[in-house]
Every structure is written in C-alpha cells, then in structure tokens.
C-alpha cells in the first residue's frame, strides 16, 4: 500500500476534526449549564484534535492550526475576564481571516486554497480554482457579518445552538453546492467508493 494514501484523510475524518471540538464545547455548555468550562473543554479538544491531526496525518492544516490557536487565545480571555464575548468573537476573526486571505490571493491572481486542497480537488483547473476561491471567500465574508449580528442578538445559548448545527449545516450546504461548479471545471471524486467530495473546512469557525 502507498504510504502517501494512507496519510490521506477521507472526507469523515477531516470533518471529525473540524467538528469534534466545537461539539464537545456545545456538549460541555449543556451540561456544565456556563460559558467557562465549556471553553475549558473547547481549548483541551482543540489540541487534543491537532495531536491526533499530527499522529494520524503526520501534519496539521493551516486552518487547523489558525483555529486552534485562536481558541486557546480567545479561551484564556475568556475565562480570564469571565466575559463570553471573547470566545463569541473567534468564529468573526477566524472567518474574517479567511475571506482576507483569499480574496488577497484572489487580487493577486493565485486562488490559495489551491496550495492547501490541491490533492483532494484533483484535476480541477486554474478558472475552477479561482471560483472556487471567490466563492468561499465570499461565504466566509458573509459568516463574519452574520456571527457578529447573531452575538449581539442571540443569548450565549442560542448563539451556540445556531453555531454548531445551524452554521455547520449551511457550511455544508454551500459545499455541496459548489459541486456542479467543480464538476464542471474538470474535478473528478477519485474513489468511486466515496461519493462524498472533501470540503474546505469552514466548521471550525
């Protein structure tokens, strides 16, 4: 077996990653019935999610990376000042960030989520990757503005429920509907197994 495939992650276990921190915050909330544990929670998963990134993968991707050091920062903030808006604020920066990054790449001619997801988009070419980046540099804009409005108007509570299921499903709903979009700029599934293509992590917002 080719040691560079098993390196590779499916499209399950890069989303576990992503997911499994900001589902054991949601978790740790419910029970712990308070911000300040749960973003205890939130921090300790995160590294645990870039360890086993680095165990398993050998490597830990860029946005990994940007978020985990963003919720260990905005953790300790948080439970430091015993204020909630600190942790509220990440998933604005961390998308702020992102759409920053990309639409520079984009003003330059170099679509960058090229350079990180160039093996899972495989024989897709330089106009796909530039749609590819504008649209997500525009849904990540788009993600900014919205976290902000809903941390002013939601309860802590409800922010958090709206984050974990209701971003995370419209994040995967606007995945897959870049797909006919991929499909037609040469992007083809290489595992006929797994009809399920990888996505840009937008979760971990």
Avoid: C
């Avoid at 897959?176 to 700029?185: D, G």
């Avoid at 006929?192 to 992590?201: R, S």
């Amino acid at each position: 077996m080719d040691a560079n495939a098993v390196k590779k992650p499916g499209p399950g276990f890069s989303f576990l990653l992503d997911f499994g921190p900001l589902l054991a915050f949601f978790i740790a909330f419910k029970v712990a019935n308070g911000p300040f544990i749960a973003t205890g929670v939130f921090m300790v998963a995160i590294v645990i999610a870039v360890i086993v990134s680095l165990l398993k993968l050998g490597r830990v991707s860029p946005m990994l990376w940007i978020s985990a050091v963003l919720v260990v920062g905005a953790g300790a903030i948080t439970i430091w000042l015993r204020d909630p808006r600190y942790i509220q604020m990440k998933p604005t920066i961390i998308y702020a960030a992102f759409s920053i990054l990309l639409f520079g790449g984009l003003l330059a001619g170099k679509p960058l989520l090229k350079h990180v997801f160039h093996l899972a988009f495989e024989g897709l070419t330089d106009t796909g990757w530039m749609k590819l980046s504008l649209n997500w540099a525009l849904f990540f804009g788009a993600m900014a503005v919205l976290n902000e409005v809903l941390r002013h108007w939601l309860s802590f509570d409800t922010w958090l429920s709206v984050k974990v299921w209701g971003i995370t499903i419209l994040s995967l709903l606007f995945a897959f509907a870049n797909i006919p979009m991929l499909l037609r700029h040469g992007f083809t599934v290489p595992d006929a197994k797994d009809d399920t293509p990888p996505i840009p992590p937008a979760s971990q917002g």
